[in-house]
């Protein structure tokens, strides 16, 4: 769903329909104390929903709550830039309630924050009478169908390294920050930094070293960087903390090609097909990597 124009209407029509509706004359607070409390930011499972031009969409797991065909749910939305959302927003939680048999959306409430986390406005979307579901509702699919969710990232701050291109001052303020050298790691890694000086990941892999996302990125990044010695390594840590990576285990298929070792690598890359039948899309997508088309299946 990579390059999509998704919807995002906060400061538009459905916003003020649902002031309109409720009553509200058209502000939410800053800080919270809107007619509900701001939902914070999901620090649990995260389900990747889709990918857009300005943002990224995931379903808080541990957050849903169902009740016959009526739920409960959270989403993350996440802007590829620190200001790129309603309201010069990083990142937006809105909670809202779901009603599976009429596929309509009510009770959005809407917490907006900046990069760091902190709350900037607490905005009511709508009220009970709520909405139809949209395209880009992609919850609602999520949290009504019976599919198992797949691969999952672990909190807001997962999904922002994931999606979100750090702040160009960033580096310079980082100090000893785990999470902000994790960020810096993963933009380097993904391409978005473009004054990377190359020691980000190393930086971040020293904060936090049972971080596998973190190795991930510089094992990713080293590959990259014609490294295949360290970066076969990072993989090799990856599966320490997470045995099923299936990102590690099709990065090592790689690095078997490339020594020349094919057969290794086909066993190795099937290993990763059969946890994830989209790894190599998912490489490609997130890394930069062109794989070749030999890759793209077992």
């Known amino acids: 769903m990579t390059g999509r124009n998704t919807r995002w209407a906060y400061a538009g029509l459905p916003l003020a329909l649902a002031l309109a509706a409720c009553g509200d004359g058209g502000k939410g607070n800053e800080g919270g104390g809107a007619s509900a409390a701001a939902p914070a930011l999901p620090a649990g499972r995260l389900q990747p929903l889709a990918q857009g031009v300005t943002e990224a969409r995931y379903l808080a797991l541990d957050e849903v709550r169902k009740s016959g065909a009526t739920a409960q749910a959270v989403v993350l939305i996440v802007g590829k830039t620190p200001e790129a959302l309603s309201g010069r ?25 900046d990069a760091s986390g902190r709350l900037l406005r607490n905005e009511l979307q709508s009220s009970s009478v709520g909405r139809a ?8 699919d999520a949290v009504c169908g019976a599919a198992a969710p797949g691969a999952t990232l672990a909190g807001w701050r997962a ?12 580096k310079a303020r980082a100090g000893e920050d785990p999470n902000a050298w994790a960020w810096l790691c993963s933009g380097a890694a993904r ?5 990377s000086s190359g020691d ?3 930086r971040a892999v020293k904060l936090n070293p049972q971080t596998a996302s973190v190795h991930l990125d510089r094992g990713y990044l080293r590959l990259m960087r014609g490294d295949k010695g360290g970066a076969d390594a990072d993989f090799k840590q990856v599966l320490v903390l997470e045995q099923a990576n299936a990102q590690a285990i099709f990065g090592r298929s790689l690095i078997k090609a490339m020594n020349g070792a094919m057969g290794p690598s086909r066993t190795e890359r099937g290993r990763a097909f059969d946890l994830d039948p989209k790894v190599a899309e998912k490489v490609e997508a ?8 030999e890759f793209r299946s077992r």
């Open 89 to 113: 927003s990083a990142m937006i939680a809105r909670r809202e309630t779901i009603d599976c048999s009429g596929r309509r959306i009510s009770n959005e409430q809407a917490g907006l924050y």
């Open 133 to 140: 579901a949209e395209g880009a509702d992609a919850e609602v």
């Open 159 to 170: 999904a922002q390294r994931e999606a979100q291109q750090p702040p160009a001052d960033l």
């Open 191 to 195: 391409g978005r930094s473009p004054n």
């Open 200 to 202: 980000e990941c190393d």
């Open 286 to 293: 997130t890394y930069g990597l062109q794989i070749w088309p």
